[in-house]
């Protein structure tokens, strides 16, 4: 009797247990979205530090995707193995181009040469890119809402690259890494709709381990002598330290966190914490003296905020359908 009655308070301390990590699971994923786009906000202005003190746009990518392809490899060692067939294997390329090589290039690239305040700002257009593709792939409905969301992203965008080629300085911001920017969200949002099927049918460390890889055999030949002529430089351990949180937290544990955060949170709820990683950027960037805040900045952070809130807040084709099969 006395064995049965301790299994029985083993058993209840148990499901309390999973009852308080049930309880809790909105709470991890909150804080773990925010914690996601907060690194990707300090990411700018770090980043675009250490490519004024020793490194430059191409180094900075060479180490992002061989990092990160050393990291999830590594980390695919202590987590459940899934099976990938040679096809997927294949497929896996195109989603390096688009979602991994590309987008880092255009935005690590376009980072070294504008203002991290400029940069952190049209990374927030990435769901309008998004929904324009998924209209044209997807054959997603346009409504009048998207429409008027999409027309007011795009002024915003306008506006920073409009004020990026008046002043011409990458404190305030430059035209050429404005359009890299813009160019890389555009190219995940590509990414999102050619391999929507690809990306849901694995875990986010299958999907990065063999992005990754790809990313590092596609990158690493053209800018390995490059990268060996910029290290062989002295480099103020500060820019090393900088560059080391772009690899570890900017791209490794970003990705980690987003995952946990997409699980639980509806997508319309994770696509609002895109609006942390510019506050945050914006921030440190005017605190540290990288970046110089304008009035027209703060005129098309609301049209671009705005644009994409009514984006996100559009209903989709699914959306509909299921509305319609209530009204019968």
């Given at each position: 009797m006395l064995i049965i009655r301790w299994e029985k308070r083993i058993f209840v301390v148990e499901s309390c247990s999973r009852m308080r990590i049930r309880d809790n699971k909105p709470l991890i994923a909150h804080l773990s979205m925010f914690g996601a786009c907060a690194?990707?906000?300090?990411?700018?202005?770090?980043?675009?530090?250490?490519?004024?003190?020793?490194?430059?746009?191409?180094?900075?990518?060479?180490?992002?995707?061989?990092?990160?392809?050393?990291?999830?490899?590594?980390?695919?060692?202590?987590?459940?193995?899934?099976?990938v067939p040679l096809r997927d294997k294949l497929m896996f390329i195109g989603a390096a181009v688009f979602g991994l090589v590309t987008n880092q290039c255009c935005y690590t690239i376009g980072l070294s040469i504008t203002s991290p305040i400029?940069?952190?700002?049209?990374?927030?257009s990435m769901p309008i890119?998004?929904?324009?593709?998924?209209?044209?792939?997807?054959?997603?409905?346009?409504?009048?809402?998207?429409?008027?969301?999409?027309?007011?992203?795009?002024?915003?965008a306008l506006i920073l690259i409009l004020t990026s080629a008046a002043h011409a300085t990458d404190k305030v911001g430059d035209i050429r890494g404005d359009l890299l920017c813009l160019?890389?969200?555009?190219?995940?949002?590509?990414?999102?709709?050619?391999?929507?099927?690809?990306?849901?049918?694995?875990?986010?460390?299958?999907i990065n381990k063999w992005m990754f890889l790809w990313a590092t055999l596609l990158v690493i030949p053209f800018t390995s002598s490059h990268v060996m002529e910029t290290v062989s430089h002295p480099i103020p351990t500060q820019t090393w330290l900088e560059a080391g949180y772009v690899v570890f937290f900017g791209t490794y544990v970003g990705y980690i966190l987003t995952m946990i955060g997409q699980k639980t949170l509806r997508p319309t709820v994770v696509s609002v914490y895109n609006y942390v990683q510019p506050i945050v950027?914006?921030?440190?960037?005017?605190?540290?003296?990288?970046?110089?805040?304008?009035?027209?900045?703060?005129?098309?952070?609301?049209?671009?905020f705005s644009g994409v809130w009514l984006v996100t807040k559009s209903r989709s084709r699914a959306d509909m359908e299921a509305a319609k099969k209530a009204e019968r």
């Open positions: 690194f990707w906000g300090l990411m700018a202005p770090l980043g675009k530090d250490a490519m004024t003190h020793g490194l430059d746009g191409l180094t900075m990518v060479s180490f992002r995707v061989l990092g990160g392809c050393l990291l999830f490899w590594l980390t695919s060692l202590f987590v459940k193995k899934e099976h400029n940069a952190s700002i049209v990374t927030t890119f998004a929904m324009i593709l998924a209209a044209i792939i997807l054959k997603e409905p346009i409504t009048g809402k998207k429409a008027l969301g999409v027309l007011m992203g795009c002024s915003g160019a890389a969200q555009f190219s995940f949002a590509l990414y999102l709709s050619l391999f929507n099927k690809l990306i849901r049918r694995y875990s986010v460390f299958t950027s914006v921030i440190v960037s005017v605190l540290t003296g990288i970046g110089v805040l304008k009035p027209t900045h703060a005129l098309a952070v609301i049209l671009v």
